[in-house]
């Protein structure tokens, strides 16, 4: 690979962890002042509104089937019914999302 | 969600970021074919994924090195993908100890990573939170670029071999996101947002603008939010 192309994958590697680390380091300095000054330290509404919302609209994109076709629709509704339904039962992390994988498998294989 | 548990932070952190591997490994073989079929050797394909880390981004910027675009653009258009990472930080600030690790562990926060986080870091005693954070960060890391590097030797056979798993495998990161997010569903006015956000989100990206998804949903979202809130406050003033 040229040098020029190295150069700007460095550039991209260091700008998107300046992406990832700036905003952490600011956000603590500024709770770190607060609490010298025995204040105390808030986000902002819209920020900690934000931080859900991301994970929501993650979930919204990563609904779509990697093949999209009719099954791969009808598996993805009923994986995400027997992920939320395994949830609410159990209220953990690796069994809804096991349980939610094997019922996206098993529909998909029957129904493809 | 369940209360974390005894188990050290390391291990629970471990325990935590498996459900990634279905998603993550099999996202890394296509790059790691894509990569390669672009022109790129396995070890420049891995040492990318080492470094930058974010996979949508990654796509795109061997696409645009590929077809012949300038580097400059490609490098502006890798981090615009990227620039949603700017609220993840901030967003688990208040959940941090005074750790000087945290800097550092950054790199490790991607989309999924940081959705984990947020729910799990407020659970957890404040001394495991280091470790937790480094154990969940190396198991999605590595297993990103452990199947990049198998994807640049072997992706292409594998994905033909295995059609239904390339398929299935995937589903694990919708599911671990509904599971992160269920118990946001706790009241109507953050119900009808997040109903709001899933859906914009899901539309945009069945659409030709699929990277602006997740940013221009969760807009919407807080759009929502708002005019909820402020309805809701309307509603007790005139009630008063």
Redesign the interface.
Same mark, same amino acid.
């Given at each position: 690979?040229q040098t020029?192309?190295w150069?700007?994958?460095?550039?991209?590697?260091i !700008?998107?962890?300046a992406?990832?680390?700036? /905003? =952490?380091?600011?956000?603590?300095r500024h +709770?770190n002042k607060h609490k010298a000054d025995n204040t105390e330290a808030r986000?902002p509404t819209?920020? @900690?509104?934000? $931080? /859900? =919302?991301?994970?929501?609209?993650?979930? !919204?994109? @990563? =609904?779509? /089937?990697?093949?999209p076709s009719g099954a791969?629709w009808v598996?993805?509704a009923v $994986?995400?019914f027997v992920?939320?339904l395994v949830?609410?039962k159990?209220? @953990?992390? $690796?069994l /809804?999302? +096991?349980c $939610?994988?094997l019922s +996206?498998?098993l529909a +998909?294989?029957l129904l493809a | 969600m369940s209360r974390a548990s005894n188990n050290s932070g390391l291990k629970q952190g471990v325990i935590d970021g498996l459900p990634l591997l279905g998603g993550y490994i099999p996202v890394a073989i296509s790059f790691g074919v894509i990569a390669v079929q672009a022109g790129f050797s396995t070890l420049e394909a891995t040492l990318i994924s080492v470094f930058i880390y974010a996979g949508a981004s990654q796509f795109l910027l061997v696409a645009m090195v590929a077809a012949g675009s300038p580097l400059w653009l490609a490098v502006c258009m890798n981090l615009l993908v990227n620039v949603r990472h700017v609220v993840y930080g901030p967003n688990l600030v208040p959940y941090l100890t005074q750790s000087k690790a945290w800097p550092y562990l950054m790199h490790g926060l991607t989309d999924q990573i940081f959705a984990l986080a947020h729910t799990r870091l407020p659970q957890l005693d404040d001394s495991k939170k280091v470790e937790w954070f480094k154990g969940v960060s190396m198991v999605a890391w590595l297993s990103w670029i452990l199947g990049t590097a198998i994807g640049g030797v072997a992706g292409e056979s594998l994905t033909q071999q295995w059609p239904v798993l390339d398929s299935v495998m995937p589903f694990a990161l919708p599911a671990l996101f509904l599971v992160l997010l269920a118990p946001k569903f706790s009241n109507k006015r953050w119900c009808a947002t997040l109903l709001v956000t899933i859906t914009m989100a899901l539309v945009i990206a069945l659409g030709p603008f699929k990277n602006a998804a997740i940013p221009f949903a969760a807009l919407c979202g807080a759009l929502t939010f708002y005019v909820l809130t402020s309805h809701i406050e309307r509603k007790q003033s005139h009630a008063n």
């Open positions: 690979m020029e192309t150069i700007a994958i460095t550039v991209a590697a !700008g998107t962890y992406l990832r680390v700036g /905003p =952490l380091l600011w956000t603590q +709770f986000l819209w920020l @900690s509104v934000l $931080g /859900p =919302l991301m994970i929501a609209a993650m979930l !919204g994109a @990563s =609904l779509i /089937p990697k093949a791969s598996a993805t $994986g995400a992920t939320a949830w609410r159990y209220r @953990s992390l $690796g /809804p999302v +096991f $939610g994988v +996206f498998g +998909f294989v | -």
